[in-house]
């Protein structure tokens, strides 16, 4: 299957968009059809064996609309027309510049056309007129003036809105009505009533039966056929304008991909087109200019500004070695990078793609607008036509009933519907690509409001994903020694935990003596002669291989280092320990933070890990996670995905490894970390660019909010239907006299889709809940040096304040007056609960007690003031 997505011409409403959609998915080999009327494309995917481009557009064309493959327009629209909008803007730019022209044409001309219509009416109101107006216009014997006038202005009306009808008449004859349709027909009838009374005027007049010539000129709807297109058309370019607000951040992103760039060939620098560039290429990028693709740096430093793609609010330090990415921006120095992405292929084209087939693609609760608008719009003109036939049946003119007809089929027009879901999912998804959550669909979208579970790998998404030195603990030598032996003994070694230790040494600028005779023990550690000593580094294992002796402090401290999680290195030396070395994944630093933030969100985060339980479980403790799966292997990750679907949850997964790809895929929602592997981007539904778990939470809480924005889309826009209908009906016409005329039915119906799009554009001031980490706080962990004797006493001093605790647990039950409600249950827990010592409390409401265990004597008056701070009364 090929994926293709096609612009589409002549799509007013929902209902449109709902025929094009049904019209494809009729073909053979086409699957997956979205049709969207916010950005008038359709993304489908179709077997070439089976059928064409040509063949899809020749049948969008035969539903009644125009199509074209969207990469053919777009260069079609790159070269200038005579007469027509500048070269350079976009579809949105030309759609309001469009209206505008419609607009402005429709107001000049509707002016006068009301100033003669309307004259009698404003006269009274004390409105004047130029000498000789009422000469002209008023009265029996001008009525055929006071019509021609009217039907002269009305014609370039009609003209330059002729869109409405020659679509609407057009979808009509094809059995597909749609907006247009209702548009059409109210104006048209109207025009067409104001020419029969015309004749009727002419007839009486020629007949000397003024009063006949006097009573049709006041039933004239040449300003209604005017004014209803006239108040569509402020409608359309109100909500052109809003469309054209959110692609916003459509546009950013392709403002940031740079149209050309320097390179490297045959020795000198030439510019060329971004797209020409080949993978392998030198590209030269000189200060204040933007990187045109992904590369590898080879020849000089600078600080690169990459706030635009990934939200770091600090340029960061690029040197050789270091990989750039496209569309950011090179602040200080020159820089020569070998091409290592390029076309499609860049992170910034990447980027593009997936904001706009999100922006494309449909959220399911699309789908109730699209059924109601398929049979919406043949309803209403049954229903106007039996409207109009019931108030004839009823007695009442012909002139009534027909402004009846023509009030429904105005008023009920179903572009807000159309507009609900897009709108919303547009501006949502543009909003969360400009802070790094690149959500990749409108299903994604809403699917990650109705999550529960939060399943988070460890490794590279709740952890920084290399291991870092995180305590120092010497024995008779100093800390800058114990570096400098290990990092000689680790020099040769491609193990991650000897790339940490080497890393802290280099930062530290200690001098790493030579080491000689090196010897990896597999699964142990590696030994090796630094002088005239044998040294070795390694863990408890490779202590044992080499006879060394333990003493209880030295066991005391590996017992401590494994209960914090960390990876002991002991370092040997003439046969003795000479120190130990805490080695540990770092948690990153918003981690914490993000799993509380889930925690008040009412989701369960547990962690999925393939490591051993017990270190799952204290990094687990540190970030607050209840709940652990570890010692998972990388296929087993996809049935425990699996099993927590079978029970009844929603599950999110986050992953960042190739081998978390079947369990992306598995979930409701995958959401893949941006620094992961292209595997996992590409399985998931969600990507977050920064890396930070707290865009994941942002990325639920974003979905939340465009769910909400939908449903409030959907609900003004059948209730919108609801009330205007029956009162365009004359339903309060007998008790109250209340009828709407079919201009302010026009008027209402322009008014409800601006109202939706306005509504929408409120996701715009979405606050992401925080600032991004700063790269140099996630790299910064400065290692605890701990000489073991100190070390020692602390751990005993632990232990013998918790032996003490232990020795003096006791149970106590209070009486707690004022209390009255759950909320007093929460607050005297939560009063009692930050004393020290205190736990497992337990409040009874009614018995108006409160229950707790104590690791030591409080008194009275402290368990009072502590309740009175928070409101109550200790009994």
């Known amino acids: ?364 609760i699309a789908r109730l607008a699209d059924r109601v608008s398929a049979v919406f719009v043949p309803v209403v003109i049954v229903l106007a036509l039996a409207a109009g036939g019931v108030w004839l049946l009823m007695g009442a003119s012909v002139e009534f009933a027909f402004s009846i007809t023509i009030s429904i089929l105005v008023i009920s027009c179903p572009c807000a519907l159309g507009l609900a879901t897009p709108v919303a999912i547009m501006v949502g998804t543009g909003r969360g690509a400009a802070h790094g959550i690149l959500i990749k669909s409108g299903e994604a979208l809403e699917m990650a409001g109705n999550i529960d579970t939060v399943l988070m790998d460890k490794t590279g998404t709740l952890t920084e994903g290399c291991p870092q030195l995180v305590s120092i603990h010497p024995v008779g030598i100093t800390a800058d020694e114990l570096i400098a032996l290990a990092a000689a003994l680790e020099a040769g070694s491609e193990h991650p935990i000897a790339a940490a230790i080497r890393s802290y040494a280099e930062q530290q600028t200690v001098t790493v003596p030579t080491a000689t005779d090196f010897q990896a023990v597999f699964g142990r550690g590696v030994r090796a002669r630094i002088g005239d000593d044998t040294c070795a580094a390694g863990n408890a294992a490779l202590l044992a291989e080499l006879d060394v002796p333990l003493t209880d402090e030295i066991t005391a401290a590996l017992d401590e280092m494994a209960r914090r999680g960390e990876t002991a290195l002991a370092l040997v030396r003439a046969g003795r320990i000479v120190g130990l070395l805490g080695v540990r994944d770092a948690e990153k630093p918003t981690s914490a933070a993000a799993v509380a933030l889930m925690k008040e969100m009412g989701l369960t985060p547990v962690m999925l890990t393939g490591d051993d339980e017990r270190t799952a479980q204290v990094i687990a403790a540190r970030l607050g996670i209840d709940r652990v799966i570890a010692g998972v292997l990388p296929a087993d990750k996809r049935a425990h995905v699996e099993r927590l679907q079978a029970e009844g949850h929603t599950v999110a997964m986050i992953g960042d490894g190739v081998n978390d790809a079947p369990a992306l895929v598995q979930a409701d929602l995958g959401i893949a970390i941006g620094a992961g592997t292209d595997v996992a981007i590409e399985s998931a539904d969600a990507v977050l660019v920064r890396s930070d778990l707290l865009d994941a939470v942002s990325a639920i809480r974003l979905s939340r909010s465009v769910m909400t924005n939908i449903k409030q889309n959907l609900f003004w826009a059948f209730f919108y239907n609801v009330i205007g209908i029956p009162l365009a009906a004359g339903v309060l016409y007998p008790a109250f006299g209340v009828k709407l005329s079919p201009m302010i039915g026009a008027a209402a119906m322009s008014l409800s889709s601006v109202c939706v799009v306005l509504n929408a554009l409120r996701l715009r001031f979405f606050a992401i809940a925080h600032e991004p980490v700063a790269v140099a706080e996630r790299t910064a962990i400065e290692p605890e040096v701990t000489p073991i004797a100190s070390a020692m006493e602390t751990i005993d001093a632990a232990r013998a304040a918790s032996d003490r605790k232990e020795d003096i647990t006791m149970e106590k039950t209070i009486n707690v007056k004022g209390m009255t409600c759950p909320h007093c249950v929460k607050h005297v827990t939560k009063a009692l609960e930050g004393l020290e010592g205190v736990s497992d409390v337990v409040v009874d409401l009614d018995a108006g007690t409160a229950k707790f265990s104590a690791s030591r004597d409080i008194a009275d008056s402290e368990l009072a003031a502590v309740l009175d701070d928070a409101g109550y009364e200790m009994g």
């Open 1 to 364: 299957m090929q994926k293709e997505t096609f612009n589409v011409t002549g799509m007013t409403c929902s209902a449109c968009s709902a025929r094009v959609e049904r019209a494809v998915k009729k073909m053979e080999g086409t699957a997956e059809v979205s049709v969207n009327l916010l950005t008038n494309t359709m993304t489908l995917a179709y077997d070439a064996a089976v059928t064409s481009p040509a063949a899809i557009i020749a049948v969008v064309e035969d539903a009644g609309y125009g199509a074209s493959v969207k990469g053919a327009l777009a260069a079609a629209q790159s070269a200038p027309t005579a007469g027509t909008v500048p070269a350079g803007t976009d579809a949105a730019e030309q759609a309001i510049h469009a209206m505008r022209t419609r607009l402005l044409i429709s107001i000049f001309f509707l002016l006068p056309t009301m100033y003669i219509a309307m004259s009698p009416m404003l006269s009274m109101w004390g409105m004047p007129y130029a000498a000789g107006f009422k000469a002209v216009f008023w009265g029996a014997e001008n009525a055929l003036t006071f019509a021609l006038a009217q039907f002269v202005l009305v014609l370039p009306i009609m003209y330059v809105n002729r869109p409405y009808y020659v679509n609407g008449f057009r979808n009509l004859l094809h059995g597909a009505p749609n907006m247009d349709t209702l548009v059409g027909i109210g104006s048209m009838a109207s025009a067409l009533f104001g020419v029969f009374a015309m004749f009727r005027m002419s007839w009486g007049l020629g007949h000397g039966d003024l009063a006949l010539a006097a009573e049709y000129s006041t039933n004239l709807y040449f300003e209604s056929a005017g004014m209803i297109v006239t108040l569509i058309t402020v409608g359309k370019y109100l909500e052109a304008r809003a469309k054209g607000q959110t692609t916003g951040a459509l546009r950013a992103l392709m403002q940031l991909a740079p149209a050309e760039a320097t390179v490297l060939r045959d020795g000198a620098e030439v510019t060329v087109p971004v797209h020409t560039i080949a993978l392998g290429e030198t590209v030269i990028v000189r200060p204040g200019a933007r990187i045109p693709v992904d590369g590898q740096v080879t020849e000089g430093a600078t600080s690169v500004d990459e706030s635009a793609v990934t939200g770091e609010s600090m340029p960061i330090a690029k040197a050789e070695g270091d990989a750039v990415t496209s569309g950011t921006l090179n602040v200080e120095g020159t820089i020569r990078f070998t091409a290592t992405r390029v076309g499609e292929d860049t992170t910034i084209r990447q980027l593009i793609r997936l904001v706009d087939e999100a922006s494309g693609s449909k959220a399911p």
